[in-house]
C-alpha cells in the first residue's frame, strides 16, 4: 500500500480563488480526519469522517472551509475564497485502530 | 472539551543525554495517549502510544509514563542521537488534541 496520498504537495494561489484539497486514504481504513498545522497554532483538527460521514466538524474554521467523502477511498477539503490566513499545510489521515496514518500534507500558500 | 499543554517548548541537549517531554491533559475520560515524531518537512508519525489501563510502556530508548489521578502524562527518550532531532507532539484521546509540540535539538 502506499499509504495516505494528497495532492497537490504545494500549492500557492491568490487570495479569492477556490482551492481544492485531495485526500485518498489507505484502503480498508474507515476514518479519515483533515488537520491544519501553522506555527502559530500547531496542529489543529478540522474534521473528521467515520465510514464517509462527518462526526465533527467543529474545527472547521469559517463557512469558507467545506469538506467531503463521497466515497471510501476519496476526500476533499475546499477552502472557497481563500485568503493569506489561510497559508498553512494541510494533512490528511486515516486511522487503524487508534493509530493516525498521516498523509504527506499540501503545503498551501495564499498571496 | 480536551485541552493538552505541552512543555518545553523547545529542549536542546547533546548527545548521549536523556530527554524529557511532559504533557498535561484536562479530560479524565481521556484513555489514550500517543506521541508523534515530525522531522523537518515530514509528515507526523507515530512513535509510542499508552492507554489509561497502564503506567508506563517502553520500546527500546523511549519510553512514556502516564500519571492518571494527576493527569499527565511524559516522553523519556534515553541515549539521544542526533537523528532524534524533532518535534514531538502529545496528544490525548483517539480523537487526538495535541500539545502544541516540543521542538527536541540534539547536539552531536
Known amino acids: 500500500d502506499a499509504g495516505v496520498i494528497q495532492s497537490p504537495r504545494h500549492e500557492v494561489t491568490e487570495m479569492g480563488q477556490e482551492v481544492t484539497l485531495r485526500c485518498k486514504p489507505i484502503?480498508?481504513?474507515?476514518?479519515l480526519f483533515w488537520y491544519r498545522q501553522t506555527m502559530m497554532r500547531g496542529l489543529e483538527l478540522l474534521i473528521y469522517?467515520?465510514?464517509?460521514?462527518?462526526?465533527?466538524d467543529s474545527g472547521m474554521p469559517e463557512d469558507r472551509f467545506s469538506a467531503k467523502m463521497p466515497n471510501a477511498s476519496f476526500s476533499t477539503l475546499k477552502i472557497q475564497p481563500s485568503e493569506p490566513r489561510d497559508s498553512a499545510v494541510y494533512f490528511c489521515?486515516?486511522?487503524?485502530?487508534?493509530?493516525?496514518?498521516f498523509g504527506p500534507g499540501t503545503r498551501l500558500t495564499v498571496l | 472539551g480536551e485541552n493538552v499543554e505541552q512543555h518545553p517548548s523547545t529542549l536542546s541537549v547533546q548527545e548521549g543525554d536523556s530527554a524529557v517531554i511532559k504533557c498535561t491533559y484536562s479530560?479524565?475520560?481521556?484513555?489514550?495517549f500517543p506521541w508523534y515524531k515530525q522531522e523537518l518537512g515530514k509528515r507526523p508519525q507515530l512513535i509510542i502510544d499508552i492507554r489509561s489501563n497502564v503506567g508506563e510502556k517502553k520500546d527500546q530508548r523511549i519510553a512514556v509514563t502516564l500519571n492518571k489521578t494527576a493527569k499527565h502524562f511524559s516522553l523519556h527518550i534515553t541515549e539521544t542521537q542526533p537523528e532524534d532531532s524533532a518535534v514531538y507532539f502529545c496528544?490525548?484521546?483517539?480523537?487526538?488534541?495535541f500539545g502544541r509540540g516540543t521542538s527536541l535539538i540534539v547536539h552531536p
Open positions: 489521515a486515516s486511522v487503524s485502530g487508534n493509530e493516525q496514518f
Open positions: 484502503s480498508g481504513h474507515n476514518s
Open positions: 469522517f467515520n465510514n464517509n460521514v462527518p462526526i465533527d
Open positions: 479530560d479524565s475520560a481521556s484513555n489514550y
Open positions: 496528544a490525548a484521546s483517539r480523537i487526538p488534541t
